[in-house]
């Protein structure tokens, strides 16, 4: 079981900056795929960003291509989305997630967060 809590969501205007982290504890945080999903008011929930086990693969849905930027820290236990030029159609609860497995991938995650909201101002 891996137990995951997100952090660093808020209010901020379009054009700005946010980070958010997910700290991970239970099973080994270090051997699994990590993403970052988000969901939108009467919204299907949509992959936003995944990094394999080491940090060295990523991947990243085209709408945050060049904005986002997601990175781990084994030794923390954390993993990061960093979001900047921010608009408001980001606007939506972010959620974290990890996989069983350590390649990096859009489907498949096992474990989930709560989630953090995210709110952009136009």
């Known amino acids: 079981q891996v137990h995951l809590v997100e952090s660093g969501g808020g209010l901020v205007q379009a054009g700005g900056s946010l980070r958010l982290s997910c700290a991970a504890s239970?099973?080994?945080?270090?051997?699994?795929?990590m993403g970052w999903f988000r969901q939108a008011p009467g919204k299907e929930r949509e992959f936003v960003a995944g990094?394999?086990?080491?940090?060295?693969?990523?991947y990243y849905a085209e709408s945050v291509k060049g904005r986002f930027t997601i990175s781990r820290d084994n030794a923390k236990n954390t993993v990061y989305l960093q979001m900047n030029s921010l608009k408001a159609e980001d606007t939506a609860n972010y959620y974290c997630?990890?996989?069983?497995?350590?390649?990096?991938?859009?489907?498949?995650?096992?474990?989930w967060g709560q989630g953090t909201q995210v709110t952009v101002s136009s």
């Open positions: 997630a990890a996989r069983e497995i350590g390649t990096v991938g859009v489907y498949d995650y096992d474990y």
């Open positions: 239970g099973r080994t945080f270090s051997g699994s795929a």
């Open positions: 990094v394999n086990w080491s940090g060295n693969a990523v």
